[in-house]
């Protein structure tokens, strides 16, 4: 079974940390790209942080300077490093990963959702 699993999520109070993992398992056999994705209650589905192939990354404005994503290809995982956590960080974080399995097409594979809450 091709998938990715997020794990590490849970309650922090504000200006503690979490870091988030994402595993691609199975079948999967090559992971191009990977992400971060997170919905709030009542909001639309925000990228969060992003990271290529060749390492290069990208970060939403909020959480730029407190977030840190990193990728380790030979687990092929993709973590988020969270920092200096905020009540409006507060969401169900997914991840995602543009993979292949052995012989199949390149596609978007999507976790099922962690949640981080941030309490004040």
């Known amino acids: 079974q091709a998938q990715v699993v997020e794990s590490g999520g849970g309650l922090v109070q504000a200006g503690g940390s979490l870091r988030l993992s994402c595993a691609a398992s199975?079948?999967?056999?090559?992971?191009?790209?990977m992400g971060w994705y997170r919905q709030a209650p009542g909001k639309q589905r925000e990228l969060v942080a992003s990271?290529?192939?060749?390492?290069?990354?990208n970060y939403a404005d909020s959480v730029k300077g407190r977030f840190t994503i990193s990728r380790d290809d030979a687990k092929k995982m993709v973590y988020l490093q969270m920092n200096t956590l905020k009540p409006e960080d507060t969401a169900v974080y997914y991840c995602?990963?543009?993979?292949?399995?052995?012989?199949?097409?390149?596609?978007?594979?999507w976790g099922q959702g962690t949640q981080v809450t941030v309490s004040s």
């Open positions: 995602t990963a543009k993979a292949r399995t052995t012989f199949g097409d390149w596609r978007d594979y």
């Open positions: 199975g079948s999967i056999f090559i992971v191009n790209a």
């Open positions: 990271v290529t192939s060749d390492g290069d990354t």
